[in-house]
C-alpha cells in the first residue's frame, strides 16, 4: 500500500478552518503565509539587464509576436475573412487593474523582460491540487469560455537565467466556478461522484531552453471568497521524470521548486464575466481589491498577466496573455495534493483535508 505524504504543520493550519474560499481552507492563514514567503526574496527587476545581453529578450518579443500573428490568422481563416494587418504598438491601453498595475503597448515594452510581469515566490498551493495529471498544452477539453493562450517564462530569482526542462503544473476553475478532480461542498455539486475523474482544466508542460511554457485554455470564472486567478507549480528539475502514459514521476510523492498564482486585470475580468456562460455563475464575484492574498502579493510584486486580445477588442475571440515567474529552482519542497489522477481514475488524499465536512471522501 503506497504511504501518503505526511502533511506539515503549516499545511494543516492551512486546511483546518472551514473558509468560503475553499472548503476547509482559510484564506487569511495563506495570505500570512504568503507575507512571510516575501520578505527577503528576489523578483526579476534585477535580471533584465542579463537577459537582454544573452539575447533571451529578443527571443521573448518574436516568440510572442508569432503567436499572437498565428492566433489571428487562425480565427481569420476560420472567419473565412481577411484579417487586417496589425501594428502591435497600436493595442489597446486602457485595461488596468485595481491595483494601478500599468500595462505598456509598445512591442519593445509589452514583450521584453523588463515589462513582463513578475509573480513572486512560494505560496501554499491550495486545497484542489491534483497530480497525475496529463503532459499537455491544450486543456480545455469540452468546457465553455473565453478561449486564453498563457506563454510562461520561468526564470531563477537568484542567476537570472531562464530555467529549462522544469515540469510546469497549472489548474484553475472552469467559467462557473468549478474545479476538476475534486467533490467538495462548495465545488458545485457535491452530489456528483464522477466529478473526481474529471481533468479539464489542469495540464502540465516542460519548459523549452528559454524556460518557456505554453497552455491552450480558457479564461478562468471565479467562486466565492478569491478573485479570479490561475495556479501554478514548477515540479523540482532534474528530479522529474516523463512517464510513459504522458504524465509525471511523483505521483505520491510530488515535489515542487514553486507554488504561485496568477491574476488578470480586473476590467478584463468584467468584460469576460459579461459574456455566456461566465453570466451564469450565480457564485458571488470577489474583485481584485478585495482578495486578501493578491493585496499581500501586490504589496512587493505584479502578480498580473499582461495581454492581447487576439481580434482587436473582442473579447470572445480569445486572449493572449504573458508571464514572468520569478522561482528558486534550487527548493525541493514537498507538496500535499487534494486527490490523485491514477490509471484507475480519481482518488481523493484523506490526508489533505482539502474538502472539509462533506468534502471529497
Known sequence: MVQLLKTTASILLGIAVLSRAHPGHDVKVEAAERAAALKGKRGLSGCTDNLKARGFEARNIARRELAVSKLRHKLAAKRQVQLDTRDLSSLNTSHFSSLDVDFDTD???IFTSNATCILGPDVTQGPYYITGEYIRENVIEDQAGVPLYLDIQIVDSSTCEPVPQSYIDIWHCNSTGVYSGVVANGNGNSADATNINNTFLRGIQQSDDDGVVKFETLFPGHYTGRATHIHVLSHTVNETERLSNDTISGLYTAQASHVGQIFFDQSLISEVENQSPYNENTQTLTENADDSILLQEADDIDPFVQYVYVNGADVTDGIFAWI??????????S??????????????NPNSGAGGPGGPQ
Open 324 to 333: 514572468s515567474l520569478a522561482i528558486d529552482s534550487s527548493e525541493d519542497s
Open 107 to 109: 512591442p519593445e515594452v
Open 335 to 348: 507538496v500535499t495534493p487534494a486527490g490523485y489522477l491514477t490509471s484507475s481514475g480519481g482518488v481523493a
